[in-house]
């Protein structure tokens, strides 16, 4: 196949920051994607529904002249959140999902929540009105092992959570193993995950063989090949529940080049090239409609896009940008480490 012809895909997990990053990297993801979920954990959070109205505001500004890329935008959910607040900003069209941090779990958020219990009656009013929970699935228990900690996550929150509110549409959001995908499959309706394309490309070995390679350093952190082998296998099957969740996570090379570096990966440039890749790698090129443009929108409760996009295969390999200059630093955009042939027509 020379060419494959998709609705034009959404991306729903997206980190876009704020002030010069912002403006830095928002371009990149419009020029491919039509909408995002975009992610509330700025420093301070986007905690209410005039943090949103403004960060939309900044964002709308941040995009190309005539862009209509469309910023969907969530609230941070904190164990003081205010039910009515909430669903005064889903009733006015605004809101479009509330996001679950637990406290220290990854980048800004400190904020979040330390006791589900405590977020129960906000949960209980987003059932209601079916607005979507987006939750960051690890338990921050310092006794348990960073490689274990969706697992546990699933046992000790998720579980007893779909049990108490079993009407809440929830997403697990960026999973990251074989634990996540087979909860996800047993669910049924009212749960969604989103996966992303480096959970699909690298496993662990990509960050720590052969020394310490920040780049690959996300949170949830990559697991074993089993895992990894999981999500694709959940990524081409083309069922409802798991669709696209770039989380795009840019932090300029000097947070992350340094002695506690940050989390987080830059894909926004790449990311449909390489699931292409992907996608053809597991002979499943006609899956990759249903992944990135079709099965969020349906979960989401939004009708998919009517524009269309062509990716066109070349026989030699794309030249992959590598930096995007924020002033006078750079953030470093994923390497997928193999050749990608694959490259969104204009």
Same mark, same amino acid.
């Given at each position: 196949?020379?060419?494959?012809?998709?609705?034009?895909?959404?991306?729903?997990?997206?980190?876009?920051?704020?002030?010069?990053?912002?403006?830095?990297?928002?371009?990149?993801?419009?020029?491919?994607?039509?909408?995002?979920?975009?992610?509330?954990? /700025?420093?301070?959070?986007?905690?209410?529904?005039?943090?949103?109205?403004?960060?939309?505001?900044?964002?709308?500004?941040?995009?190309?002249?005539?862009?209509?890329?469309?910023? /969907?935008?969530?609230?941070?959910?904190?164990?003081?959140?205010?039910?009515?607040?909430?669903?005064?900003?889903?009733?006015?069209?605004?809101?479009?999902a509330v996001k679950l941090y637990p406290a220290g779990a990854t980048t800004?958020?400190?904020?979040?929540?330390?006791?589900?219990?405590?977020?129960?009656?906000?949960?209980?009013?987003?059932?209601?009105?079916?607005?979507?929970?987006?939750v960051h699935g690890e338990v921050t228990d310092p006794t348990v092992d960073?490689?274990?900690?969706?697992?546990?996550?699933?046992?000790?929150? +998720?579980?007893?959570?779909?049990?108490?509110?079993?009407?809440?549409?929830?997403?697990?959001?960026?999973?990251?193993?074989?634990?996540?995908?087979?909860?996800?499959?047993?669910?049924?309706?009212?749960?969604?995950?989103?996966?992303?394309?480096?959970?699909?490309?690298?496993?662990?070995?990509?960050? +720590?063989?052969?020394?310490?390679?920040?780049?690959?350093?996300? /949170?949830?952190?990559?697991?074993?090949?089993?895992?990894?082998?999981?999500?694709?296998?959940?990524?081409?099957?083309?069922?409802?529940?798991?669709? +696209?969740?770039?989380?795009?996570?840019?932090?300029?090379?000097?947070?992350?080049?340094?002695?506690?570096?940050?989390?987080?990966?830059?894909?926004?440039?790449?990311?449909?090239?390489?699931?292409?890749?992907?996608?053809?790698?597991?002979?499943?090129?006609?899956?990759?409609?249903?992944?990135?443009?079709?099965?969020?929108?349906?979960?989401?409760?939004?009708?998919?896009?009517?524009?269309?996009?062509? /990716?066109?295969?070349?026989?030699?390999?794309?030249?992959?940008?590598?930096?995007?200059?924020?002033?006078?630093?750079?953030?470093?955009?994923?390497?997928?480490?193999?050749?990608?042939?694959?490259?969104?027509?204009?």
């Open positions: 196949m020379k060419t494959l012809t998709i609705r034009q895909p959404d991306d729903w997990h997206l980190h876009l920051r704020d002030g010069a990053v912002l403006k830095a990297v928002a371009p990149h993801s419009a020029v491919h994607f039509a909408r995002a979920i975009i992610m509330p954990n /700025l420093v301070p959070p986007v905690v209410t529904t005039t943090d949103a109205a403004a960060y939309r505001e900044r964002i709308l500004a941040a995009l190309p002249e005539g862009s209509s890329f469309t910023p /969907l935008m969530t609230l941070y959910l904190t164990e003081t959140t205010q039910a009515e607040d909430v669903e005064a900003g889903f009733r006015d069209g605004l809101i479009k800004n958020s400190q904020s979040g929540v330390r006791n589900i219990e405590t977020a129960y009656p906000v949960l209980e009013r987003m059932a209601a009105i079916g607005l979507p929970l987006c960073i490689f274990d900690r969706e697992a546990a996550f699933i046992e000790r929150v +998720l579980e007893p959570l779909r049990r108490r509110i079993p009407e809440l549409r929830i997403v697990m959001e960026h999973i990251t193993t074989k634990d996540g995908v087979d909860f996800v499959r047993a669910q049924g309706q009212n749960m969604g995950a989103t996966i992303t394309p480096h959970h699909l490309i690298i496993n662990r070995n990509a960050i +720590l063989a052969g020394g310490i390679r920040p780049h690959y350093y996300c /949170l949830p952190v990559a697991k074993r090949e089993a895992h990894r082998l999981a999500l694709r296998a959940a990524a081409i099957s083309g069922h409802g529940p798991f669709f +696209l969740g770039t989380d795009s996570a840019p932090h300029l090379d000097p947070l992350k080049e340094c002695a506690c570096g940050c989390a987080g990966i830059f894909n926004a440039p790449n990311t449909l090239a390489c699931l292409a890749h992907v996608f053809e790698e597991e002979g499943a090129l006609d899956q990759l409609e249903a992944f990135t443009s079709l099965n969020g929108p349906a979960f989401y409760r939004l009708p998919p896009n009517e524009k269309r996009i062509t /990716l066109r295969r070349q026989d030699v390999p794309v030249e992959m940008e590598r930096k995007v200059s924020v002033g006078e630093e750079t953030l470093t955009i994923f390497d997928p480490m193999f050749p990608i042939h694959w490259k969104v027509e204009d």
